[in-house]
């Protein structure tokens, strides 16, 4: 899921397609979601550090489950930071839905 741009988004769901189907040839296994998040972040990074070419206007959610077969949860935002969450959302409506995660 994601909130911000639609063309970002496409732009950014691309090149992630491109370095999973990489990974997958170069290590003959399934990137994790980890892995993942960390590559959306690192390239939303670049991209507000780059002169000439503006940040990207969106912040995503990546679920899916890890090597232990758990469920995991990551949120990227613009900046090029990442986190692990339990439970988040994003978005116009991000604190209504937050307060009724918390409770």
């Known amino acids: 899921a994601f909130a911000g741009l639609n063309a970002d988004a496409r732009v950014l ?7 999973c189907q990489s990974f997958r040839l170069n290590v003959e296994d399934d990137p994790t979601v980890d ?3 960390r590559y959306i972040a690192q390239v939303q990074q670049k991209y507000t550090h780059r002169g000439g070419a503006r940040p990207f206007g969106i912040s ?3 679920v ?3 090597q232990q077969d758990k469920a995991a949860l ?3 935002d ?3 930071t990442y986190f692990a969450w339990k439970a988040a959302s994003i978005g116009r409506d991000a604190k209504t839905g937050q307060d ?3 409770k």
Request: net charge negative; aromatic share 16%; glycine share 8%.
């Open 60 to 62: 995503t959610l990546l």
């Open 78 to 80: 613009p900046t090029g």
């Open 64 to 66: 899916g489950f890890d």
């Open 100 to 102: 009724f995660l918390e």
């Open 74 to 76: 990551y949120q990227t």
């Open 13 to 19: 769901v691309n090149r992630t397609r491109v370095e």
């Open 35 to 37: 892995y993942v998040a």
